[in-house]
């Protein structure tokens, strides 16, 4: 992700209007501190990166969805609903948005629309290991080991090198 946020900002030095570039950055500096890389200070970059590429582009659901991550990343979870809701108006064919989504439910202690959200974006991206694992923790929430043990397996068979889903697994027996 560091490689990739020194590429994105490349791009921006060549073109500071490029939206989707600062989305780039937006991401990858909230996903460092999501994935435990980066500390919490982080997060002004990715909020800074994510209001420049909604002001450059308010109709880009990538933009929507980088500022729900932020606010998500910082415990907002209203705002982050909002902004995620408002990325798939925009865009319903993006599954992020949908994925980050059901994630935010499940941390907001809302399961069932958690689900909902989770079973949306592995219909629009189901070979994202990502997505597919999201939606084996949200069967886990909602007390469906069986099915969730399918996805967990689902994910694993889509990126074996991957931890998550091999964890999932153990979780739902």
């Known amino acids: 992700m560091r490689r990739a946020e020194e590429l994105f900002r ?18 990858c500096s909230a996903l460092l501190f999501e994935y435990g890389y980066a500390q919490k200070e982080i997060l002004d970059t990715a909020e800074t990166a994510a209001h420049r590429a909604v002001e450059l582009d308010p109709g880009l659901g990538e933009a929507h969805t980088s500022l729900g991550l932020v606010y998500e990343a910082r415990c907002q979870g209203p705002e982050a609903v909002r902004a995620y809701l408002r990325a798939v108006r925009l865009q319903p064919g993006y599954a992020d948005p949908y994925n980050w989504l059901s994630w935010t439910y499940q941390n907001l202690g809302r399961p069932r629309e958690a689900l909902e959200w989770s079973r949306k974006a592995v219909s629009l991206n189901p070979l994202a290991t990502e997505v597919v694992a999201n939606l084996s923790v949200t069967l886990l929430m909602t007390g469906d080991a069986e099915e969730a043990l399918r996805e967990a397996q689902r994910a ?17 027996v």
């Open 10 to 27: 490349r791009a921006l030095a060549e073109d500071p209007g490029y939206a989707p570039a600062w989305v780039g950055v937006a991401d």
């Open 156 to 172: 694993s068979d889509l990126a074996p090198n991957e931890t998550t889903p091999t964890l999932y697994r153990i979780l739902a």
